[in-house]
């Protein structure tokens, strides 16, 4: 086979893997695209549940709050799929001063990366690739909390939007000030049972907001990272198809000498 042809075969290698490429950076754009319309109303979602706890506890400041366990249990939110640089290894690293720390490890890339450390993985769960998949993280996630013993202290851990920094929030138990009021507050339930189920809404939705926040950035870094290997391969195959130029020149002056030495013995 010719070099000329060799290296089109290479060029046409490269083209199917672009390809396949593009359309993994379609697909990361349009998680992106769509969560960041998302994320916000989730966060007002949030914020709304916080204001509202904050009215409460200024009312009932005395209401009874059991206390948490003292050993938090990290809640660490990975990247279900790959193409996002060191995403996993900096979440887990970032407990290396905590070694035997108890953890829910979201995501399979970042379960795949649990046997080079020490800590005691308590659950392990598949993560979202898209935006559809959250709530079924969060159902499953949930299915988890009702295995564990009562009041446990819950931190999560991701990276946050849009600053991509790694983050430690703790979910439970809510830590909100007080706001003082003299007005009393309407409940059909009696003040503790109102409260518990106020927390169970706001674990809700301060997990599904922080999963938004973490694929928003996965997808974010897996953009960028696709973005710059199809430049790359264009890059490549722009070479390698001035190559074939080249050598297919090359091999049609010897097929015109070869003719022309030929006609010259007659």
Known sequence: MSKSRELQLHIEQLEEIRSILNAMKNLAFMVLYKISRLQPFQSQVVAHIENSAATFLGVYPNVIIQTHSALPIYIVIGSERGFCGDFNEQLLDNLANQPDAEIIA??????????????????????????????????KLFEQFEKLP????????????????????????????????NKPLELNLPPEHFFAS???????????????????????????????????????????????????????????EVILLGSAEF
């Open 150 to 181: 009562e009041n446990q202290t819950f931190i999560a851990l991701y990276h946050d939007y849009p600053n991509d920094t790694i983050t430690r929030r703790q979910v439970l138990p809510l830590q909100i000030p007080a706001k003082p009021s």
């Open 106 to 139: 979201i995501g399979s890339r970042l379960i795949g990366k649990l046997e080079n450390y020490s800590y005691n993985v308590l659950a392990t769960l598949s993560g979202a690739n898209v935006e559809e998949d959250v709530s079924q993280v969060v159902e």
């Open 198 to 256: 106020l927390l169970k809404q706001y674990l809700l939705a301060a997990v599904q907001e922080i999963l938004y926040l973490s694929l928003l950035t996965e997808n974010r870094r897996r953009l960028q990272h696709l973005d710059g290997a199809v430049q790359h391969l264009d890059n490549q195959t722009q070479n390698l198809y001035r190559k074939s130029q080249t050598f297919r020149q090359e091999e049609i002056t010897e097929e015109i």
